[in-house]
């Protein structure tokens, strides 16, 4: 089994900073996509920024220049630098990974989401 668990979550004000975690732990053999996703109240989840094995990244348009994502490949864990953070910023944030298990089977698995809320 798999196991997804983010971090990091918080109230923050306009304009500050947030850093989000996510693990990858259990039976994974390597790990291709780690990214992170969004869902608003009321919206449909949307991808946030997405880092590829290969060392590949993509950011949506509305947090581009504002956030920054990383992974340890050793810890198996992706980051979300989040700054100037504005009130539409405000979701539940979703850490995805997409891997191979050590039977072969790959497979994509979600955390349990972590809250962010940017409000004055």
């Known amino acids: 089994q798999v196991q997804v668990v983010e971090s990091g979550g918080g109230l923050v004000q306009p304009g500050g900073s947030l850093r989000l975690s996510c693990a990858a732990s259990g039976s994974i053999f390597t790990i291709y996509t780690m990214g992170w996703y969004r869902q608003a109240p009321g919206k449909q989840r949307e991808l946030v920024a997405a880092s590829t094995s290969g060392g590949g990244t993509n950011y949506a348009d509305s947090v581009k220049g504002r956030f920054a994502i990383s992974r340890d490949n050793a810890k198996k864990t992706v980051y979300l630098q989040m700054n100037s953070l504005k009130p539409e910023d405000t979701a539940v944030y979703y850490c995805?990974?997409?891997?191979?298990?050590?039977?072969?089977?790959?497979?994509?698995?979600w955390g349990q989401g972590t809250q962010v809320t940017v409000s004055s």
């Open positions: 995805n990974v997409d891997c191979l298990k050590f039977n072969n089977q790959r497979a994509s698995y």
